[in-house]
């Protein structure tokens, strides 16, 4: 199994949609999880962070299920500016500080 | 707070051209991580530093990448000689410490003709 895995999409909703977002993680140590965002020619940007079951910030909820090992975004209420690439980032155990970023998920929500 | 700030925002050279990339990290964060990132391959990590010591660079493709970081307010990333399969976005981040995630700078745009 990879350290992280995402499905790369193309996830193509209207705006107003719900759309959910599953990683899946290997190193069943890991404590801390982040989803990142990254806009086309843009550097990654930190989205939100997960340190229990979950967390929520406005339309954005992000879960974790540390029995399956995966971790969820969903995003209510679609906007045309969450149109971007949404990587898992999940810390490697051992100290230092290390994360491993997952390959994107593309989002593109269309009029 | 004026973030990461990596410096040139763009670099064209030509094959076998030294490349010297700049970093200052956020004052106050202990670890500094080096990222390449091409269509191809993704995100790739490179090498990091805690407290200013290299602590892993099994990500630097080969000898002819380096990083140095002489202080806790500067890294270096130098490829000599560069070749075009280095054309790349390179990012340079900085975190305050485990469990606080990284915050990156705007990138350099590499390429190498």
């Known amino acids: 199994r990879k350290e992280v895995e995402q499905d790369p999409g193309p996830f193509n909703v209207p705006e107003g949609a719900t759309v959910a977002f599953n990683c899946t993680y290997s190193?069943?140590?890991?404590?801390?999880f982040f989803w990142y965002r990254q806009d086309c020619r843009k550097e990654p940007k930190l989205l939100m962070s997960?340190?229990?079951s979950g967390n929520e910030d406005g339309r954005f909820t992000a879960q974790l299920n540390r029995a399956s090992q995966y971790i969820s975004l969903l995003i209510r209420d679609s906007k045309l500016s969450d149109s971007a690439t949404y990587l898992c980032?999940?810390?490697?155990?051992?100290?230092?500080?290390?994360?491993?970023f997952g390959a994107g998920t593309r989002l593109a929500v269309h009029p | 707070d004026a973030g990461v700030i990596q410096s040139p925002r763009h670099e064209v050279t030509e094959m076998g051209q030294e490349v010297t990339l700049r970093c200052k990290p956020i004052?106050?964060?202990?670890?500094l991580f080096w990222y390449r990132q091409t269509m191809m391959r993704g995100l790739e990590l490179l090498i990091y530093?805690?407290?200013?010591?290299?602590?892993?660079d099994s990500g630097m493709p080969e000898d002819r990448f380096s990083a140095k970081m002489p202080n806790a307010s500067f890294s270096t990333l130098k490829i000599q000689p560069s070749e075009p399969r280095d054309s790349a976005v390179y990012f340079c981040a900085s975190s305050l410490a485990v469990g606080y995630g990284y915050t990156f700078g705007s990138g350099t745009r590499l390429t190498v003709v």
């Open positions: 004052s106050g964060h202990n670890s």
């Open positions: 530093f805690n407290n200013n010591v290299p602590i892993d």
């Open positions: 190193n069943s140590a890991s404590q801390s």
């Open positions: 980032v999940v810390p490697i155990s051992g100290g230092y500080n290390k994360l491993i």
């Open positions: 997960v340190y229990s």
